[in-house]
C-alpha cells in the first residue's frame, strides 16, 4: 500500500516537472540571447499608439547644418521652445499637440534600461544637430549640442565625425547631403522625408540612389538589428560580415547601447541601456538589444553609437548613466545628436 500510494503522488509531479519549460518558455534565463531572452515580455513596457491632437502643424524649416542663422540658434536648432509646463514629472516625458514622449525604465538582468516612446505630428520634428559645422570634427558633450536647440528629447547619432571613420558612407543631416563616400561595409539608416526608416545592410554609394531627393536623414554604422521586421541575427563563431561588423563594435562585450527605432507612422522608439559603469554584469550585447528591440515591436531598429557615447536627454539634460545625479566621469564627446522638437509655436 506504501509503495502504491508513493507512486500516485509521484507520477503527476514528474509529469508537471515535465511540462514547465513549455509553460514558461519565455522566463528561462540565458546568456545566449539568440537561443532565448533574459527577461519576460510581461516585463517590457507596452507599445500604445499616440494620437495627437494636432496632427497637421506646419512644418518646421530644417536649417542648414553647415551654418548658423544667429547667435542664439543655431542653423540647425528648431524654431520653437518647448514648454516647462508640459514636462511630465519624474523625467516621465512630455506631451503638447504636437509631439507625446513618454519614457519608461526597466531592470533587467542588472541593467537599467530606457525606452522613449516618442510620437511626432510632422517629420520636419525628427532632426540633427552637429557639435560644429561640417566638415569640422570637433566634437562637444551632448548637453552642450542641445543647448539653444529647442530640444525636447535627443539621442547620440553616429560616429560620422570619428577621424578613424571620416569619410565612410553617405551622410545627409535634415536635408543636406554633407558627404558621399563609398563604404559597401557599414550599414545604413536612411529616414526619407515622410519619416519613415529604411534600413540598407553594407551600404555603397549606388545604394542610395532610389532615394536620392528623399533623404531628411542618413546614418551610418554597424549593424541593423530589425530589418522590415525581421530579426538580425548574429553568431560569433561565423565570419560573415554581420558578425564581423558586430566584433568590430565588441558586440558580444555586455555594454551600455544606443538604438533607434521605428514603430508606426512617426512613431518612434529609444532604447538605451546603462552598461558595466553602472552596476556589476550590467549591460547588453549586440545579440541581446537586437531581439529586445524586436520584442518591443519595432519594424526598424538600428544601432547606434555605444559604450561611453549611448545618451539620453530630456529637456537637454541627461538622464541615463547619472553618478548622484550628475553625469558620469567618462562623459564622451560626439560629433552629434539626434532629437524631437515641438511644431507648437511660442505664444
Given at each position: ?149 529647442n530640444t525636447v528629447v535627443a539621442m547620440n547619432g553616429d560616429w560620422f565625425a570619428n577621424k578613424d571613420n571620416k569619410g565612410r558612407g553617405t551622410i545627409y543631416r ?174
Amino acid at each position: 500500500m506504501k509503495k502504491t500510494s508513493t507512486l500516485i503522488w509521484l507520477i503527476p509531479l514528474i509529469l508537471i516537472l515535465l511540462m514547465i519549460p513549455f509553460i514558461v518558455p519565455s522566463a528561462i534565463v540565458s546568456a545566449d540571447a539568440e537561443e532565448n531572452t533574459f527577461y519576460t515580455l510581461e516585463e517590457l513596457p507596452a507599445y500604445v499608439p499616440v494620437t495627437l491632437e494636432n496632427r497637421n502643424p506646419d512644418p518646421l524649416p530644417l536649417g542648414l547644418s553647415s551654418k548658423s542663422d544667429s547667435k542664439s540658434r543655431p542653423g540647425d536648432g528648431a524654431p520653437y521652445a518647448p514648454k516647462a509646463e508640459n514636462f511630465l514629472p519624474d523625467n516621465g516625458g512630455y506631451l503638447d499637440s504636437t509631439i507625446s514622449v513618454r519614457i519608461e525604465d526597466r531592470i533587467l538582468r542588472n541593467t537599467r534600461v530606457f525606452f522613449t516612446f516618442i510620437q511626432i505630428a510632422d517629420p520636419t520634428q525628427l532632426r540633427s544637430a552637429l557639435a560644429n559645422p561640417y566638415p569640422s570634427v570637433k566634437w562637444k558633450k551632448g548637453t552642450q549640442i542641445a543647448a539653444n536647440r529647442n530640444t525636447v528629447v535627443a539621442m547620440n547619432g553616429d560616429w560620422f565625425a570619428n577621424k578613424d571613420n571620416k569619410g565612410r558612407g553617405t551622410i545627409y543631416r535634415n536635408g543636406e547631403l554633407l558627404r558621399t563616400k563609398d563604404s559597401g561595409i557599414y550599414d545604413a539608416l536612411i529616414i526619407d522625408r515622410n519619416g519613415d526608416f529604411h534600413i540598407i545592410p553594407h551600404a555603397k554609394e549606388a545604394d542610395f540612389a532610389p532615394y536620392e531627393d528623399n533623404i531628411l536623414q542618413s546614418y551610418c554604422f554597424p549593424c541593423a538589428l530589425v530589418i522590415d521586421g525581421q530579426l538580425m541575427t548574429f553568431d560569433r563563431k561565423d565570419k560573415d560580415t554581420d558578425s564581423l561588423l558586430a566584433h568590430h563594435i565588441e558586440g558580444w562585450k555586455h555594454a551600455q547601447r544606443s538604438v533607434f527605432c521605428q514603430m508606426g507612422t512617426l512613431s518612434y522608439l529609444i532604447i538605451t541601456s546603462e552598461g558595466p559603469d553602472q552596476s556589476k554584469n550590467g549591460g547588453l550585447t549586440i545579440p541581446e538589444v537586437a531581439r529586445l528591440a524586436y520584442d518591443m515591436g519595432a519594424q526598424q531598429a538600428f544601432n547606434m553609437d555605444g559604450g561611453s557615447s549611448a545618451l539620453l536627454l530630456l529637456n537637454g539634460q541627461r538622464i541615463n548613466c547619472l553618478v548622484n545625479g550628475k553625469p558620469p566621469k567618462n562623459n564622451r564627446d560626439m560629433g552629434d545628436i539626434i532629437y524631437f522638437a515641438t511644431a507648437e509655436p511660442d505664444t
